[in-house]
């Protein structure tokens, strides 16, 4: 079964800061796709077994903080 799980990131602003996330949450055990709206400032990530604590720390690691 595949979860999905939504976190807003208010500083990211262009794509690079996408490319970080991106790479990052990527790295994450059961990630499967990442995907980051820049417009919204959404972080959509879908994969198997997703650790909260996991993910939000993969994005402080690329230097943002998730709400």
């Known amino acids: 079964m595949t979860d999905a799980r939504t976190y807003s ?3 990211i602003h ?3 800061c996408a ?3 991106k790479q990052e949450v990527s790295g ?3 990630v499967h796709t990442v995907d980051v ?4 400032k959404i972080v959509t990530i879908r994969g198997e077994g997703l650790s909260d604590g996991a993910l939000r720390e993969a994005i402080e690691d690329a ?5």
């Open 9 to 11: 990131v208010p500083a």
């Open 14 to 16: 262009c794509g690079h």
């Open 19 to 21: 490319a970080a996330i």
């Open 28 to 30: 994450v055990p059961g």
């Open 37 to 40: 709206d820049l417009d919204s």
């Open 63 to 67: 230097g943002y903080e998730a709400d």
